[in-house]
């Protein structure tokens, strides 16, 4: 399969599933699942006010923030501080949680995995990035920041546009700015040909 280009203009907010916010789906396998179906999810999600999140049981989460002030995040009554931008953080979408921005609205980068079928890894890079996926594994690579050029395809990415590659889809990205490098290892995760 040859790597898929996710351009961010391409993308449709949808609410979120408590109505509270916006979110635009980056990729999702299987593609097109909802809520309640997907193995994997990326999204990225403008917060415009405190409140609570979703709950998503058997779901592991890792958010970023990639615009704004950032926001205070209370899992299961233990507060955390996301105030500095591009630094992912790890909790159970099974935690009863609610955020409190720090200053006016924010941008996040999402990412969400079943736990019985899935794991995710999310590394930051500001420089070339070389990206060989393995038997099985998928990465999809996102540019939070600036751009990138995708090679061999000289592929230019702006802000929030993706690229998903799977096994045999070894590139390099060439970062300027900040890219997410995000590394979804099988369980039940669907071998992509």
Known sequence: MAPQILRAK?????????GGG?????????PGAGTGDFLW???????????PFSAFPGIDRIITVVDGPGMELTVDDVPHRLDTLYEPFAFSGDA?????????PIVDFNVMVRRS???????VVRSTTVVRPTAGTVVVAAVLAGSAVFRPAQVRLGHLDAVLLAHGDDGT???NGVLA???????LLRRRA
Request: with cysteine.
């Open 181 to 187: 490098v995000v590394h979804l290892e099988p369980g």
């Open 22 to 30: 916006v979110t635009s789906e980056v990729a999702a396998d299987p």
């Open 173 to 175: 990205f060439d970062v």
């Open 10 to 18: 391409d993308r449709t907010p949808a609410p979120w599933k408590n």
């Open 41 to 51: 999810r990326i999204s990225v999600a403008d917060v415009g006010g405190d409140g």
């Open 117 to 123: 079928g899935t794991t995710a890894t999310v590394r």
């Open 96 to 104: 009863v949680t609610g955020c409190r921005l720090l200053g006016g």
